[in-house]
């Protein structure tokens, strides 16, 4: 069960999670925002994004994969995008208020997800899977198939080691968070919480890959 304790605006509450959160929502989102650009468009590709589907974004951060998801599934579609912090969600929702898209954010755990069964077409996560701790990868990888309808995508994007000779010495002396991170490994945790057509491969980043699997049915 999730617990919460007050965190920022009197009506806002932070879950808590096995996870890690980040807090620092604005230099993130700044951060992020022309670094993880380049891969959201093969993103759209490999999802197989359809008009009108119904998207979640799981630890959508400050938002910007699940906007961009908004864009594709169109307006008879939905996206929306949770997270544990406040901070992010807050940002989310000015991004999305300033851009004059519809897409929703909600203070949400990977390991409850505050959704009925086979609720989305398609579930996202973008770096966020290797955040959290080998047990509540798992979990959260069980929730993402509960709330997919038959035959919905799930699309985990992260890192996978860099190839080339200078990308290497830059991720194990300033990155080195990344140098551990191979997205290739989700592949049996995928098949393990009972997705099936497990497949991994490039997208259009340098320093990110997917795995994508279906949740069985149609």
Not at 39 to 49: H, K, L, N, P, T
Not at 72 to 100: F, H, L, Y
């Amino acid at each position: 069960m999730s617990h919460f304790h007050m965190h920022g605006e009197a009506n806002e509450k932070t879950l808590e999670t096995q996870g890690n959160v980040i807090h620092w929502a604005r230099p993130y989102d700044i951060l992020t925002g022309w670094i993880l650009r380049p891969s959201e468009e093969s993103i759209r590709v490999i999802a197989q994004v359809k008009a009108g589907n119904k998207v979640l974004d799981v630890g959508c951060g400050s938002g910007r994969l699940t906007m961009a998801a908004q864009t594709w599934v169109g307006p008879e579609g939905e996206a929306t995008g949770i997270d544990p912090s406040v901070e992010m969600i807050q940002v989310a929702r000015q991004n999305a208020a300033r851009r004059k898209l519809s897409t929703k954010f909600e203070l949400g755990v990977v390991e409850d997800l505050p959704f009925p069964e086979a609720s989305f077409d398609l579930v996202l996560n973008r770096l966020m899977l290797h955040h959290l701790p080998e047990e509540l990868k798992q979990r959260g990888l069980a929730e993402m198939r509960r709330v997919l309808k038959p035959g919905g995508v799930c699309l985990v994007v992260d890192f996978e080691p860099p190839k080339s000779g200078l990308l290497k010495l830059v991720v194990a002396n300033h990155m080195t968070p990344m140098a551990d991170v191979d997205v290739r490994k989700y592949v049996p945790l995928l098949e393990e919480a009972g997705f099936i057509d497990v497949e991994t491969g490039p997208t259009s980043s340098k320093m990110l890959s997917f795995v994508r699997g279906r949740a069985p049915g149609e």
